[in-house]
């Protein structure tokens, strides 16, 4: 009787780990919040100056007309190089 409910409890362990693996994929792939987040320039996403080189977070860069980042805006008005 005790082996009866192992596999009773085995049994019903691996259904619901195969439901909860095939719940996951479409959660996944419906998170409208997840690819919302991806479309988002990333403000830590480091930049190189269009004038020096320098790396810097696009949070800080500074952007001419054309969308081109710079470290300063002397160098926004220097232009790219
Ligand atoms: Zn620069």
Known sequence: MAKILVL???V???AWL???RRR???DD???PPRSG???KPDPQ???ACAHCGVQLPRAEALFDAAGRPFCSDAHRLAGPR
Do not use: C, D, Q, Y
């Open 29 to 31: 792939a419906a998170a």
């Open 12 to 14: 019903l362990l691996v």
């Open 24 to 26: 996951s994929p479409p």
């Open 45 to 47: 996403a480091l930049l």
């Open 37 to 39: 987040r991806a479309k």
């Open 18 to 20: 195969l439901i909860g």
């Open 8 to 10: 009773v409890v085995v």
